[in-house]
């Protein structure tokens, strides 16, 4: 999952990039509006945490130019801004949460989860392909009642692949949506990263749930 | 306290009951006295026509015409007999003899009261001579007396029905005319100081409350651009501690977690709780200001080593923002002030120029003396700042639009900073235009400076 952080106050910006990677999320983070909007301009971000007070743009302009450019990303609004009018305001510009500083950094990751379950059309936290369950909000995977032992970044691939299950990923979607504007993602980091995965919940001689279709991707569940 | 309405009608009523009254009174008197003066023509008429009906003869006196309305009659000699009459009537002692009449007050028998009339009387005979008479007739006055009980009742009925007429048509008057007064005074009732967008209507006041009602409209503005400007503030002020505060917070809960850094964290939240320290210090240093508690040191400070010290937190977000300084501090750069205040001030420049100035530009600091003076210059781009806004840019409250940069200032620094300036007896001065934005501070040097 990829989010940008656009927030001026620098420590507040380094502390919630850093609790969002440590939650799996591949991050870039920009303390201007007008870089803001040019970070949101790829379009590849699920989630924007956005401060509406920026030098440069205003959020709320930067979030009505995203919304006019079409963009699905989800807003989470994080502001000093505390009056019902701001709080209006910022959802009517099409924030799709709003968070008022300051505020407890799990309570932040809870409500970017929310955001990104909506984002995948999912209610239940724990998503299940079979025999294989992950538990987004606790960050754990298991199979077969195993516990896998993931790294960050291994998590990350299994919740985005089991996020679109039954479909295939294409390698560029894992690239937008996984790795962010510094990440040196030039190299087969993917088909390494894929394969730490396959051999973690596809081991033991179990069902293969992760399948390759070679020149279009990767699908996680029920072979095509 | 009566309402005026009350008092003024109160006043009025009285006034119109007393002279009423008095009024009633003298009429009653004039008039008792007149119709008392007629009876007394009426008496002396009648003792005058007794007068002339008497015949002596025989010894013995007839008596013609003296009237059916004499109650009394008596005529006594000089020397006390009573030739004819009733016994009551008793002559005074004295009686003028040119035949002028004297009438005094008696009462009849019956107890009547009436009035008798006397006069000396010479009677004619036929040998010459004769005695002198006193002769006295007497007329009950009791009708007169009920003329006068009836006149004095219908005019203090009278006097009343004006009275009570008048009090109404007063009263009546006394509603209109201060009609203005009373919507005045419910108008102001409804003023309402957490609601202060209420204003009284002026139209159609007289001169004197429509001054008084103008004089409060102004009041009202002034208390709500007060409001206004409190609220703004303390909604700033709130604002900015925020943001801070979260950072802080969040920077503390991400060290905590697996894989944080608590040591890199603790850097950060000093910085934070340094940057915190200097926001609070600029809120208690306007109450302070506000409450005249205030009182400068004078004394020689190092305006070099202090612009040094105050820049010391600054570098790293010059650093952030790729802004470049440029120094130029010519001179020992010396100044009377005091150090705590200039250092506030100065940090508070700094932080101004550094929040407003566009990412990658530069900030110019110079500073020299001339004379008695000592001028420090602290200067950078701001595209969006015109000469209105570096009028408004000491005012309290005001904060530069322009840049975006709202959120992270209550617009105090820069008030602070003229009121510390003017309390240490210097003078500042922002210029902005042509996209650039400088402040001048000029403070007395210890080359003109007085030490008492």
Redesign the interface.
């Given at each position: 999952m990829r989010a940008l952080v656009i927030e001026?106050?620098?420590?507040?910006r380094?502390?919630?990039s850093?609790?969002l990677r440590?939650a799996g999320f591949a991050v870039d983070a920009s303390?201007?509006?007008r870089e803001g909007d040019w970070f949101a301009d790829g379009g590849t971000h699920d989630i924007v945490v956005l401060?509406?007070?920026?030098?440069?743009?205003?959020g709320l302009e930067l979030l009505r130019r995203l919304r006019a450019r079409g963009s699905q990303a989800h807003v989470l609004i994080?502001?000093?801004?505390d009056q019902v009018e701001d709080r209006c305001a910022g959802l009517d510009a099409g924030a799709d949460d709003y968070l008022?500083?300051?505020?407890?950094?799990?309570e932040?990751l809870a409500r970017v989860r929310a955001l990104l379950r909506r984002a995948y059309q999912r209610k239940d936290p724990v998503l299940r392909i079979r025999d294989l369950e992950i538990d987004t909000a606790r960050r754990l995977a298991r199979r077969a009642g195993r516990d896998l032992d993931l790294t960050p970044r291994e998590f990350a691939l299994l919740q985005f692949l089991a996020l679109r299950a039954g479909e295939t990923v294409p390698r560029e979607d894992i690239r937008a949506h996984l790795y962010d504007f510094r990440s040196d993602n030039g190299s087969n980091v993917i088909d390494v990263y894929i394969g730490y995965l396959r051999r973690k919940i596809d081991g033991d001689g179990q069902e293969r749930l992760l399948h390759t279709r070679r020149g279009h991707g990767w699908i996680l569940g029920d072979a095509p | 306290m009566m309402s005026l309405r009350l008092r003024v009608a109160l006043v009025c009523a009285g006034a119109v009951l007393v002279m009423l009254m008095l009024g009633a009174w003298l009429t009653a008197r004039h008039v008792a006295a007149g119709m008392r003066a007629g009876f007394d023509r009426v008496l002396v008429d009648h003792l005058g026509t007794a007068a002339s009906g008497l015949e002596f003869e025989h010894g013995g006196v007839e008596r013609h015409g003296q009237g059916p309305e004499v109650d009394g009659f008596a005529l006594i000699t000089s020397t006390g007999r009573r030739l004819a009459g009733q016994s009551w009537m008793q002559a005074p002692a004295h009686l003028p003899e040119d035949g002028r009449p004297t009438i005094v007050d008696l009462a009849m028998p019956d107890g009547r009261r009436c009035r008798a009339a006397w006069m000396s009387y010479l009677p004619e005979s036929d040998d010459g001579q004769s005695d002198r008479l006193a002769i006295g007739i007497a007329i009950s006055i009791e009708p007169l007396l009920r003329q006068l009980a009836d006149i004095r009742d219908a005019l203090l009925i009278g006097a009343v029905a004006v009275a009570a007429t008048l009090i109404g048509v007063l009263a009546l008057l006394l509603g209109r005319m201060l009609a203005p007064h009373g919507r005045l005074a419910v108008e102001v009732e409804a003023l309402d100081p957490r609601l202060p967008g209420r204003r009284l209507a002026t139209g159609d006041l007289p001169p004197e409350l429509r001054t008084i009602a103008e004089r409060t409209n102004q009041l009202c503005d002034r208390l709500e651009r007060a409001y206004g400007l409190a609220s703004s503030f303390h909604a700033a002020a709130?604002?900015e501690l925020?943001?801070?505060?979260?950072?802080?917070?969040?920077?503390i809960?991400?060290a905590g977690?697996?894989?944080?850094d608590p040591q890199r964290a603790l850097g950060?939240c000093h910085?934070?709780a340094m940057q915190m320290q200097a926001r609070i210090d600029n809120l208690l240093m306007a109450a302070r200001i506000d409450a005249g508690k205030l009182v400068p040191r004078r004394e020689e400070v190092d305006v070099h080593a202090l612009l040094r010290s105050a820049w010391e937190p600054a570098p790293e977000r010059i650093r952030?923002r790729g802004l470049e300084a440029l120094w130029d501090l010519q001179g020992e750069g010396l100044a009377i002030a005091d150090p705590e205040a200039l250092r506030m001030v100065l940090a508070n420049l700094f932080d101004n120029a550094i929040s407003y100035a566009p990412?990658g530009s530069r900030i110019e600091v110079s500073c020299a003396t001339a004379g008695d003076r000592l001028t420090l210059r602290i200067a950078n781009p701001a595209p969006g700042l015109d000469a209105d806004d570096a009028a408004r840019v000491f005012q309290r409250g005001w904060r530069c639009a322009s840049?975006?940069?709202?959120?992270?200032h209550a617009g105090l620094g820069m008030g602070i900073a003229r009121e510390l300036t003017g309390l240490m007896s210097g003078r500042i001065e922002a210029r902005a235009g042509d996209g650039r934005f400088t402040v001048e501070l000029v403070l007395p040097a210890p080359a003109g400076f007085d030490y008492w």
């Open positions: 001026d106050y620098g420590p507040l380094e502390a919630v850093t609790a440590g303390g201007d509006g401060d509406l007070g920026l030098p440069g743009m205003d994080v502001t000093a801004r008022v500083k300051p505020f407890a950094v799990p932040l | 709130a604002h925020r943001t801070p505060l979260a950072g802080l917070r969040a920077t809960e991400v977690q697996p894989g944080g950060t910085a934070i952030e990412a840049t975006g940069d709202e959120v992270r």
